[in-house]
């Protein structure tokens, strides 16, 4: 049977996609504190990404698509170190978003909030936001789309690009600046971790802040 269902029947599919619980993230906490990896894991390893790796393809247990998982940045002060994902599909992982080593904390309420962008017109490879999504065991996984929601003050960036691990972020796509955009993601047939940068560049002072508000999604199919 084909993947692609007809819109009718995938509405109810993206629905499954979409919900999570705290047991499930409770479950994903629970495994990751279990026994090591056995003779076929990867070395050092959390035993769910580990499980995600080794696992064949075609064993798909919660096929979907669309939201893979959710990140609510409501009520953060902004200065906090790592968001957690808020809501996944069944069986993803989705590590926190959480800033690299050089950027400078800043406050703003409902974000995650940095200052320390370069003023070039050129990103820099060690200035950036960064999470990941893991497929289920048994699951490939596409990545289609991000939705995001930025925001920077008068002297902060302007330019804003996304990049993937699936090329050791090599290629960018340009993102909106300011507001909602939806920027696209082109993974296919993914069965590992992927992590996702967001950079921004071009500030008018290092001063100036750039931040991730509201809500981050990231959009795709599980199968």
């Known amino acids: 049977m084909s993947f692609r269902r ?3 029947l995938l509405t109810a599919v993206v629905a499954a996609c979409a919900t999570a619980t705290s047991r499930q993230q409770q479950a994903t906490s629970d495994a990751s504190a279990g026994q090591g990896d056995g003779p076929s894991g990867g070395e050092g390893l959390p035993p769910h990404i580990d499980a ?5 393809p075609g064993s798909c247990t919660t096929p979907c698509a669309g939201a893979l998982a959710t990140w609510s940045f409501t009520g953060a002060p902004g200065t906090q170190a790592t968001t957690d994902a808020t809501n996944m ?10 800033r690299s080593s050089g950027l400078t904390v800043q406050s703003g309420l409902n974000s995650i909030n940095s200052s320390g962008w370069p003023i070039a017109a050129a990103l ?3 200035k950036y936001y960064t999470f990941s999504v893991t ?12 939705s995001i929601d930025l925001k920077a003050s008068g002297s902060g960036p302007t330019a804003v690009a996304v990049a993937t691990s699936g090329d050791s972020f090599g290629a960018t796509s340009p993102v909106m600046p300011t507001g ?3 920027p696209a993601l082109s993974l296919h047939n993914v069965s590992s971790p992927v992590e996702i940068r967001v950079y921004g560049y071009t500030a008018a ?9 509201n809500t981050l999604t990231v959009t795709g199919a599980l199968r």
């Open 124 to 126: 820099d490879p060690a």
């Open 89 to 98: 599909a069944p069986g993803v992982t989705a590590g926190p978003v959480s």
């Open 205 to 213: 002072a290092t001063t100036g802040t750039r931040r991730i508000q």
């Open 6 to 8: 007809p819109c009718v």
């Open 52 to 56: 995600a790796i080794d696992a064949p």
């Open 135 to 146: 497929p289920p065991s048994g699951c490939l996984m596409d990545l289609t789309q991000l």
């Open 180 to 182: 909602v955009s939806t």
